[in-house]
Structure formats: structure tokens, C-alpha cells
């Protein structure tokens, strides 16, 4: 699932396709450098967004099975542009049932993007331990980190931050989220299972220019601190004031840490 709305996935998608880790979709791009053609599962596609950035990086004769439990993203990412040799079905499945299920059939890489940060840590298990045994390689991108840095600073950032990330750890639909912790988890779980990894950092670098996006980062971190309730609301507010002020004086920056990993089994088909 990906519980986004499209016009959110549309405003981030550039940011993410900037901060993809060149190391880490480098090691993708090597692993099946000698193929002619690769099967793909992407769990929680979106609008597709997975595909247009690794499958240009990948072997000329494509086959996708784009997987979401969202109808409408499933039908904007089915209208993509037809692309020669890429072959695309979209499979409305919620993930949190049986996601095991999820990854049958011949596959040859699986893939996600801003996904394990909202799993929780059971989940991430059962789909660790299906990769392993079937030997499928596992490229996850753009996982949250917990770490945000705002210029110019503020007295609260550090505050809202906090609420931020205690937020990330809810439930959202998988379980109490692994939140920022899940790239950390999902490396040492990989590597538990005699996986070798590739790591890298993918962080947003969203400058002054970046108004919308930066807004609708800053409206969505004010109510997640609003919803933990473990801050005031009217210094939530006046946070809100103090940076959107910042934004529209043309003096705000923001950088948002996530990482990329690519993981390997150590006997691949």
C-alpha cells in the first residue's frame, strides 16, 4: 500500500528521483548488466515511480507486475507511456495480508520505494525471509531516517522533529511502523539471512525555489506533532508561522535523510 494521494507522489517524485543513491542503483544496474531481461515485483508502486527511475538502469526487455492497494494510483500508473520491451501489469493487493503471496511467480528483483519506514518490524520479517529462501535480490529506496535539517534553524525545530519521528512509529496499517529505524532494521535483518548489501544515502536537498514542496512538508510534520500531543499547539503554530515566513521571504532550505539499499542472498538463482 502506499497511502498517498497522487498529487502528493507527483510533488515528490523529482526530489526523490535527485536523491536516489547513484552507489546503490549503480550495484542494481551491475547485478543484471549481463542480462537480457528481468522480471520485476514493486510492492506499494504508486503512480509508478520506481519503474521510470530504476528501469532505465536495467536490461532493455522488462517485465513489471506494479502491486498497490490504491485503485486510482494503480490506473494513473497503468496509463504511463508505453515504453518498447517494458511490459507493465498493475495488481490492486493489499500488502499487509499474506505478503508472501505477494511475491510468487517468476521474479528476478523486488523492489519499493518510501515503503519500510512505514512497515512494521514483524512485517519486514516475513518479507526478508521470503526474499532469502526464494534467492531474490530486494532494492528498497528512499526510506526515512529521522533526520531533518532546516535552514535557518529554529528553537522548536529540534522539538518538532522529535514529534515528528515519534509519529513515524505509529501504526500505519502494518503495525507500530519501524518509522525512522527501518533502514537500520531491514540492513541488520538482511544481513542476519547471509545477505550482502549495498547502502546509500538518498536525502531530499529541497531549496528556497522549492515553496510548494517545502509547505506541504512543514503543514504535514505541524499536524503529525499535533496528533502525538506531546507539544503545545500554539508553539506548534507559531513554528508553522515562523517557517512559512521563511519560505515566502525566499530563505528557507530544507534537507530530509533517507537511504537506499540494494540486498543480495548469497546464493541467487
Not at 37 to 57: E, K, Q, W, Y
Not at 163 to 175: L, M
Not at 219 to 246: C, K, M, N, V, Y
Request: include cysteine; aromatic fraction near 6%; glycine fraction near 8%.
Amino acid at each position: 500500500m502506499s497511502g498517498f494521494s497522487a498529487d502528493w507522489l507527483a510533488l515528490r517524485e523529482p526530489f526523490d528521483l535527485r536523491a536516489r543513491s547513484p552507489a546503490v542503483l549503480d550495484a542494481v544496474a551491475s547485478y543484471f548488466a549481463r542480462r537480457d531481461s528481468v522480471r520485476v515485483i514493486d510492492l506499494a508502486c504508486g503512480t509508478g515511480s520506481t519503474l521510470r527511475a530504476l528501469g532505465p538502469r536495467l536490461p532493455p526487455r522488462q517485465n513489471w507486475t506494479l502491486l498497490d492497494n490504491d485503485p486510482s494510483l494503480l490506473a494513473r500508473a497503468a496509463s504511463m507511456p508505453t515504453i518498447r520491451n517494458v511490459t507493465v501489469t498493475v495488481v490492486a493487493r493489499d500488502l499487509n495480508r499474506d505478503p508472501e503471496a505477494a511475491l510468487g511467480g517468476a521474479v528476478d528483483l523486488v523492489t519499493t520505494s518510501a515503503l519500510l519506514d512505514l512497515v512494521s518490524e514483524a512485517w519486514l520479517d516475513r518479507v526478508a525471509n521470503a526474499l532469502t529462501a526464494r534467492a531474490i535480490p530486494f532494492h528498497a529506496a528512499l526510506s526515512y531516517d529521522g533526520r531533518i535539517a532546516f535552514t535557518p534553524p529554529d528553537p522548536f525545530d529540534a522539538a518538532i522533529v522529535g514529534a515528528v519521528n515519534a509519529h513515524q512509529r505509529t501504526d500505519k496499517g502494518f503495525g507500530a511502523a519501524l518509522g525512522p529505524a527501518a533502514a537500520e532494521v531491514a540492513l541488520a535483518r538482511f544481513a542476519a539471512l547471509g545477505c550482502a548489501a549495498v547502502q546509500g544515502t538518498s536525502d531530499w536537498q529541497i531549496g528556497p525555489a522549492d515553496r510548494d514542496m517545502q509547505t506541504a512538508l512543514l503543514d504535514g510534520w505541524a499536524s503529525a506533532a499535533r496528533e502525538i500531543g506531546t507539544l503545545p499547539g500554539q508553539e506548534i503554530t507559531g513554528w508553522l508561522a515562523r517557517r512559512r515566513a521563511a519560505i515566502a521571504a525566499g530563505r528557507s532550505s530544507l534537507l530530509v535523510g533517507h537511504i537506499d539499499f540494494f540486498a543480495v542472498p548469497s546464493t541467487t538463482r
